[in-house]
Nanobody
Framework: QVQLVESGGRLVQPGDSLRLSCAAS????????MGWFRQAPGKEREAVAT????????HYADSVKGRFTISRDNAKNTLYLQMNSLKSEDTAVYYC????????????????WGQGTQVTVSS
């Protein structure tokens, strides 16, 4: 069991950058693969990016490749999502989550979830 708290979401304009953070506690952070997911109004929750427990392997949704970067600092028990060149289509609630297996885009494979942080991209 891991407790997760996302932060950093806010209202920004198209083209802006934003960094989201996910602070973890409760269990050994480095033992888990992690992912960032997002859910826009009226849409299904989708995987944005995943990262293995040591940070060596990452994957991104096609819609964010080249713009977003997932990273982790296990010493600080923190997961990050750097978002650049933001678009209105990126507007969503962003969630971080942990999994005890190889991280994939399947949300049913994740065990712990944060409460989410709102990112709004609008002019």
């Amino acid at each position: 069991q891991v407790q997760l708290v996302e932060s950093g979401g806010r209202l920004v304009q198209p083209g802006d950058s934003l960094r989201l953070s996910c602070a973890a506690s409760g269990r050994t952070f480095s033992s888990y693969g992690m992912g960032w997911f997002r859910q826009a109004p009226g849409k299904e929750r989708e995987a944005v990016a995943t990262i293995t427990r040591s940070g060596g392997v990452t994957h991104y949704a096609d819609s964010v490749k080249g713009r977003f970067t997932i990273s982790r600092d296990n010493a600080k028990n923190t997961l990050y999502l750097q978002m650049n060149s933001l678009k209105s289509e990126d507007t969503a609630v962003y969630y971080c989550a942990t999994t005890g297996r190889w991280p994939t885009g399947r949300e049913d494979e994740y065990d712990s979830w944060g409460q989410g942080t709102q990112v709004t991209v609008s002019s």
